[in-house]
């Protein structure tokens, strides 16, 4: 099942999580450092999404537990998870299984459509952009952070203070999800015209996007990624959890518009080169540690 997740960590607002950051600080060398929630989320879409089950706690500490994270952790998560509306708690008898609800359904299936949908590699000649100003005095500046954070994780990227562009065609009423916000900003389709190609490298960090693609090659495009790790279920769920941190944080801009030998092409061809191989000994892996109950279908 090709079910996964657009992220976790803190909401920057309601309705969406976000991949939180690597946590370099604890991780072993031979693997990318993943918060808790994001390697749950991404096991999440790998074994529930697209099924009427919910899984045994249990479960989820045997696989966690590959991924180098404490039982005491794994626990934590899920509570938070509960607490957050992304996961549901079922219990039966003296076990306990979580279940997800429509929230959580609704980021991973976005996920699924960024990962196997959208891909990370916009080939489009034919979109034009979206542009968008805005206006909030200084003394609202929580406000102003928080369109930012929303308007960064859609695609946009400033062209000056309060002009902000992204590829293709946004619906911004859905990425702000508040009428207070809507009421300061102003859309409009565009097609810009001379250099797009300087554009572009002025509204967005070029520069980081594609070191984040080669910091995923140099991990994945080896002959044998992560020795080190326990199996294959392990060696996916990092797969898959890395690619989203990468992804993320991609706006997606036309490849005709980026530099020549953009790294993504070759990182999104390791990507899924690397998610068929490991996905037959993933699946039987997890299909052995795997305690679910059937729950009525989420609505």
């Known amino acids: ?42 096991l999440l879409g790998e074994a529930v999404l697209g099924r009427d089950v919910a899984v045994y706690s249990g479960t989820f500490v045997k696989v966690m537990q590959r991924l180098d994270v404490s039982e005491e952790a794994t626990r934590s998560t899920l509570t938070r998870m509960v607490a957050r509306d992304l996961l549901a708690r079922h219990r039966r008898g003296r076990k306990m299984y979580f279940g997800l609800t429509p929230r959580a359904i609704g980021v991973l299936a976005d996920g699924a459509d960024r990962l196997w949908g959208q891909g990370a590699v916009n080939r489009d000649q034919q979109a034009g952009w979206t542009l968008l100003g805005f206006s909030l005095p200084e003394s609202r500046r929580d406000e102003r952070h928080q369109l930012r954070s929303r308007l960064r994780w859609a695609g946009f990227g400033p062209l000056r203070s ?21 009421d300061h900003v102003q859309v409009f389709r565009a097609e810009p015209v001379g250099d797009v190609a300087r554009i572009v490298s002025e509204a967005f960090d070029l520069t980081a996007i594609a070191a984040r ?18 199996d294959d279920l392990a060696r996916q769920l990092w797969l898959v959890s890395d690619w989203l941190v990468v992804v993320r ?21 390791v990507f899924r080169r690397r998610h068929a191989a490991f996905r037959r000994k993933a ?15 989420t609505r």
């Open 283 to 297: 699946e039987h892996t997890l299909a052995g540690l795997l305690d679910a109950i059937d729950v009525p279908p």
């Open 249 to 269: 944080d991609d706006p997606r801009i036309p490849l005709r518009y980026l530099p020549t030998g953009w790294p993504a092409v070759a990182a999104e061809r």
């Open 213 to 230: 693609y080669r910091d995923f090659l140099r991990r994945w495009r080896p002959p044998r990624p992560l020795p080190g790790a326990p």
């Open 1 to 42: 099942m090709e079910g996964h997740v657009r992220g976790s960590g803190v909401p920057p607002y309601p309705g969406v999580v976000t991949i939180a950051p690597r946590d370099r600080s604890t991780a072993p060398s031979d693997h990318p450092g993943m918060r808790p929630q994001t390697l749950m989320l991404t």
């Open 162 to 182: 309060g002009l902000w562009i992204a590829p293709g065609s946004v619906d911004v009423a859905a990425v702000l999800q508040d009428t207070h916000l809507l």
